[in-house]
C-alpha cells in the first residue's frame, strides 16, 4: 500500500480545471519529483494533498485513510507537512519562533520529543542554530528556505512537501538545498518534491511525473526521465 495514493484527481479554481484527473502514488521512503512549466498545475497538487484546495473529483488516501475531505491542520497531525512555494516563514519572528510555530500542532507530545526533533534540526542546518535570535525576515533567501523546511520538520512530517524549495537562490544554496533534501529523506521522512530544476531533481529522485497543462503525461525512475530525449528536450533545456 502506498503511503500517498491521489486517484483520478481534479482541481478547479472556479470553471478553470487546473488539474485533471491526475493519479500519482508514493510509496514510503520514496522521494518523488513533480517537474513541469509554470501553470502546468504542480502547485495546486500540493495544495490539494495539504488540503488547502478542495478537490471537485478523485480521491486522496494516505497511510491507507481516505483524506480527501480533511482538513488541512488534521492532516499535518497524520504527518503530511508542506513548507510552501516562496517559503512562508513568519518575517517578524526570530528563528527559533518560527521553528516553534512548526511544531505548533505536536505541543501535545512530550519534551523530549520536541528537544530531540529540534537537536535534529540543527544538525541538518547548523546556521540556524547559530541565528536562533536572529528576526526570520532579515535572513538570506537560502536562510529563509533553510527555515522554512526546518520549520515543516518541527511537525515530525511522515511525508513532507515541498514546493519549488531552489526558487530564486543562488546556485551554490540550491546544491546545499538538494543535498539536504536528500539527506532528510535517507533518514525516513518521505518526500513529495515540486522542482523547475529538472536536472537535480530527478538525479535525486527514486521516481518522477511530468504534468503538462493540468495532466499526468509522463512518469518512471528519476534516472531513467533524465536520460528521456524527449525530456532533456522540454526539461532539461538540451536540443
Ligand atoms: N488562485 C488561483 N486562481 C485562479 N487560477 C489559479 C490560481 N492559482 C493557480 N491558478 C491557475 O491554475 C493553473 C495551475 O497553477 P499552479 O498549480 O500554480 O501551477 P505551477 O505550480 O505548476 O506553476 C495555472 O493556469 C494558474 O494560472
Ligand atoms: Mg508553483
Same mark, same amino acid.
Given at each position: 500500500?502506498?503511503?500517498?495514493?491521489?486517484?483520478?484527481?481534479?482541481?478547479?479554481?472556479?470553471?478553470?480545471?487546473?488539474? !485533471?484527473?491526475?493519479?500519482?502514488?508514493?510509496?514510503?521512503?520514496?522521494?518523488?519529483?513533480?517537474?513541469?512549466?509554470?501553470?502546468?498545475?504542480?502547485?495546486?497538487?500540493?495544495?490539494?494533498?495539504?488540503?488547502?484546495?478542495?478537490?471537485?473529483?478523485?480521491?486522496?488516501?494516505?497511510?491507507?485513510?481516505?483524506?480527501?475531505?480533511?482538513?488541512?491542520?488534521?492532516?499535518?497531525?497524520?504527518?503530511?507537512?508542506?513548507?510552501?512555494?516562496?517559503?512562508?516563514?513568519?518575517?517578524?519572528?526570530?528563528?527559533?519562533?518560527?521553528?516553534?510555530?512548526?511544531?505548533?500542532?505536536?505541543?501535545?507530545?512530550?519534551?523530549?520529543?520536541?528537544?530531540?526533533?529540534?537537536? !535534529?534540526?540543527?544538525?541538518?542546518?547548523? !546556521?540556524?542554530?547559530?541565528?536562533?535570535?536572529?528576526?526570520?525576515?532579515?535572513?538570506?533567501?537560502?536562510?529563509?528556505?533553510?527555515?522554512?523546511?526546518?520549520?515543516?520538520?518541527?511537525?515530525?512530517?511522515?511525508?513532507?512537501?515541498?514546493?519549488?524549495?531552489?526558487?530564486?537562490?543562488?546556485?551554490?544554496?540550491?546544491?546545499?538545498?538538494?543535498?539536504?533534501?536528500?539527506?532528510?529523506?535517507?533518514?525516513?521522512?518521505?518526500?513529495?518534491?515540486?522542482?523547475?530544476?529538472?536536472?537535480?531533481?530527478?538525479?535525486?529522485?527514486?521516481?518522477?511525473?511530468?504534468?503538462?497543462?493540468?495532466?499526468?503525461?509522463?512518469?518512471?525512475?528519476? !534516472?531513467?526521465?533524465?536520460?528521456?530525449?524527449?525530456?532533456?528536450?522540454?526539461?532539461?533545456?538540451?536540443?
Amino acid at each position: 500500500m502506498p503511503l500517498l495514493e491521489i486517484t483520478d484527481m481534479t482541481v478547479a479554481y472556479g470553471r478553470i480545471e487546473a488539474v !485533471r484527473g491526475v493519479s500519482i502514488t508514493v510509496e514510503e521512503g520514496e522521494l518523488v519529483t513533480l517537474i513541469g512549466a509554470n501553470g502546468a498545475g504542480k502547485t495546486t497538487t500540493m495544495r490539494a494533498v495539504s488540503g488547502i484546495r478542495p478537490l471537485s473529483r478523485g480521491k486522496i488516501v494516505f497511510d491507507g485513510k481516505d483524506i480527501t475531505r480533511m482538513k488541512p491542520h488534521l492532516r499535518v497531525l497524520e504527518g503530511i507537512v508542506q513548507a510552501p512555494e516562496g517559503r512562508g516563514i513568519f518575517p517578524g519572528m526570530t528563528v527559533l519562533e518560527n521553528l516553534e510555530m512548526g511544531a505548533y500542532g505536536r505541543t501535545f507530545e512530550n519534551k523530549a520529543v520536541h528537544d530531540e526533533t529540534l537537536a !535534529r534540526v540543527f544538525e541538518l542546518f547548523p !546556521r540556524l542554530e547559530d541565528r536562533t535570535s536572529q528576526v526570520g525576515g532579515t535572513m538570506s533567501g537560502g536562510e529563509q528556505q533553510m527555515l522554512a523546511i526546518g520549520r515543516a520538520l518541527m511537525a515530525r512530517p511522515r511525508l513532507m512537501l515541498l514546493d519549488e524549495p531552489s526558487m530564486g537562490l543562488a546556485p551554490m544554496v540550491i546544491q546545499q538545498i538538494f543535498r539536504i533534501v536528500s539527506e532528510i529523506n535517507a533518514q525516513g521522512t518521505t518526500v513529495l518534491l515540486v522542482e523547475q530544476n529538472a536536472r537535480q531533481a530527478l538525479s535525486r529522485s527514486h521516481r518522477a511525473y511530468v504534468l503538462e497543462t493540468g495532466e499526468v503525461v509522463r512518469s518512471g525512475g528519476g !534516472r531513467e526521465l533524465l536520460a528521456d530525449p524527449s525530456i532533456k528536450e522540454a526539461y532539461l533545456g538540451v536540443a
